[in-house]
């Protein structure tokens, strides 16, 4: 067996069992990368003051109410004051002696009222714990459960199949390059299916890979712990924005969803592809 005949059959061994969770992952995230605007078009009165007339109160007035209705061993950490005056105040509440993501609370500067700390919409609850655990959450935070092991390895088979993928379908020259960048509607179902296979996911590729890799960080403790060996601490601060596409603003954000989704519909005219040559050839002779 060569080596392309090996990493055609790699390809197909991982895709078939590990494809619907693959599609399942990349939905999901998809989805979950427009949540912050979502939620905050839906929960508008914690993000906005309705009309900004004269100046916000001093900040140490504002910092004293929220201080006031802390608990014990609770104090404000940073806070955060957007350029648009009709966007309410950030204040990050930390715990002492604890590391971890910081709880937020909102203040509407012109009044003082502590506005307090939204709470994650349901819909978008859900969809976070089936893309990142398929519903079967950790019992404690940095355990391990079935649901996240799967998709870890689900994870770990989509980076071999993207590279993978590269090395099968990369074009030889000019116009075999012009023949996998391009999607034919006119030539059947079969092909259609093929070019979208082949064309978006050369496409997405690049994009998926970031998600790939940075995902994993939330799936291994091993992997997270290299990972930051390898890039320091300080990358705590991008990973997350890498990962949610969130690193370049809404322009970022639509490009992610976008690969995403096309991540998602690669195992499935994958599948259609392999039912094709595998049931229908068979068939027909």
């Keep these: 067996m060569s080596m392309k005949s090996f990493i055609k059959q790699l390809h197909i061994w991982l895709s078939i069992p590990l494809g619907v969770i693959i599609s399942i992952i990349c939905f999901t995230g998809a989805i979950l990368v427009f949540e912050r605007e979502i939620t905050q078009l839906v929960q508008s009165d914690y993000y906005y003051v309705d009309g900004a007339k004269g100046e916000p109160l001093p900040m140490e007035e504002l910092r004293a109410k ?93 980076v071999i199949l993207l590279i993978s993928g590269i090395v099968l379908w990369w074009p030889k020259g000019i116009k075999m390059l012009k023949n996998r960048t391009k999607v034919s509607l006119t030539k059947g179902w079969r092909r259609f299916n093929y070019d979208l296979h082949v064309s978006a996911g050369m496409y997405a590729t690049i994009l998926l890979l970031i998600m790939a890799l940075t995902g994993l960080v939330w799936s291994f403790e091993w992997y997270k712990d290299g990972f930051y060996a390898l890039f320091g601490e300080d990358a705590r601060q991008w990973l997350r924005a890498l990962h949610t596409g969130s690193i370049g603003g809404i322009t970022t954000k639509i490009l992610w969803a976008i690969a995403a989704i096309i991540g998602g519909t690669l195992p499935l005219t994958g599948y259609y592809l392999w039912i094709k040559r595998k049931f229908c050839r068979k068939q027909a002779q």
Excluded: C
């Design 66 to 158: 929220v201080e006031s209705g802390l608990d014990k061993g609770k104090s404000i950490g940073d806070v955060e004051v957007d350029a648009d005056p009709e966007r309410t105040y950030m204040f990050k509440i930390v715990k002492s002696g604890k590391k971890g993501k910081p709880e937020t609370i909102y203040v509407n500067q012109y009044t003082g009222e502590v506005l307090g700390t939204p709470k994650r919409l349901a819909f978008f609850q859900e969809t976070f714990r089936l893309h990142r655990w398929l519903m079967d959450a950790p019992a404690e935070k940095g355990t391990m459960s079935f649901g996240k092991l799967v998709v870890g390895i689900s994870t770990i088979a989509m």
